[in-house]
């Protein structure tokens, strides 16, 4: 299968974005935290992930046994980073005891500093969310429902998805985690529940509108080419959620709590954006192919995953010069998106060396085979 780089630059930019607005300073934010009305980049990845997961493992839809295994391996993936990162951040509290009491309160994982043990195990059932360590599980949970999605797509059930997906959004608008409190309190005692306010259930959704278009795109041939008309009423929409996110934003109040439960209106902004980012894509593919955010999107899991880390103990001294003075924050994000060429380089030498493995397999086996 061919590669298609730009997909890789725009998964690059958004993991570029995401840690400069996890740094919280007063001048890059203001460009880069809801550039396009209400939805943040964290949006943006999820329906990434999901437009090419689809266009990655639609295509191994022959073989359902193979799919399934790609798929589920790659959720397990994702889960170890997902706890190493944790674990790899709170064992490093031991080394930088003064952190403590910012992590308890801004980081939201004072449970860490109660029970470690608990927190551990409450952490490998996915309850217990310190900040930031959130965004994967958004990714996790509607991956591991992807092999019965693409079965039924292949099968041309699209609308069968559109309403599983919209069906689960519905529910967990009403049944939240709060409904495992007192279960959870009996087992894990010296701990509070302390889950992310962004419900993985209903942030599916913004998954499953990718994996969606990723069909109708690479399957059905649409190319979302609309008359110059609609093209204005789709443009006019963006720049309605820009006015009124940037321009009023008391009429943005009341629509708060819908960023944690995906609701309609970001649902809504997030498709107008992603048409908007779709023609920038086709007119300026430059910007997204340029190397490094390339480099970057090639290896976004381990790019993530170290950020989280990164930011428990950049975050905390860095905020007062990156809400101090412009120049210190554009700098400090600057040397963080260059930091984030660590983990990148060290999982292409990974998958390097797997590579080199398995062709030596490979050639012992033929040899032997020869034989």
Known sequence: MTRDL????????????????HLFGNFVTQFTRTPLGFVSAAEGFVFLSGFVAYLVYGRLAGDSKTMQHKIW???????????SAIVLCFSLVALFPMYIPQWSDFFNAAN?????????????????????????????????????AIQALKQGKVWY??????????????????????????????????????????????FYMGVVLSYLKFDKGHNFTFTPVVRVMLLSGVGFFFTVKHGYPQLMQPYYTGHGSASLLYQLNLLLSAYLIMLLMRRFSWFFTLRYPVFLGQHALP???????????????????????????????????GLLALPAKLDQRWRKYRRKAHYKVTSMSRVNKSY
């Open 161 to 206: 998805i559109i309403t599983a997906s919209f069906l689960v959004w519905w529910l967990a608008q009403f049944v939240t985690a709060e409904f495992l409190a007192p279960p959870f309190s009996r087992v894990f005692n010296d701990i509070t529940l302390n889950v992310s306010h962004f419900d993985p259930f209903a942030w599916q959704v913004y």
């Open 303 to 337: 790019v993530f995953a170290f950020h989280c880390v990164v930011v428990y103990f950049l975050l905390p001294w860095s905020h007062a010069y990156t809400t101090a003075q412009w120049y210190w924050d554009l700098l400090i994000c600057m040397c963080f998106a």
């Open 6 to 21: 730009t997909y890789d630059g725009l998964r690059g930019w958004l993991l570029i974005i995401i840690a400069c607005n």
């Open 73 to 83: 391996r790659r959720c397990w993936v994702i889960y170890g980073f997902h706890l």
């Open 112 to 148: 860490w500093f109660s029970n470690p043990i608990q927190s551990a195990m409450s952490a490998t059932f996915l309850l217990e969310h310190p900040g930031f360590h959130d965004i994967l599980i958004l990714y996790l949970v509607p991956m591991v429902f992807l092999p019965f």
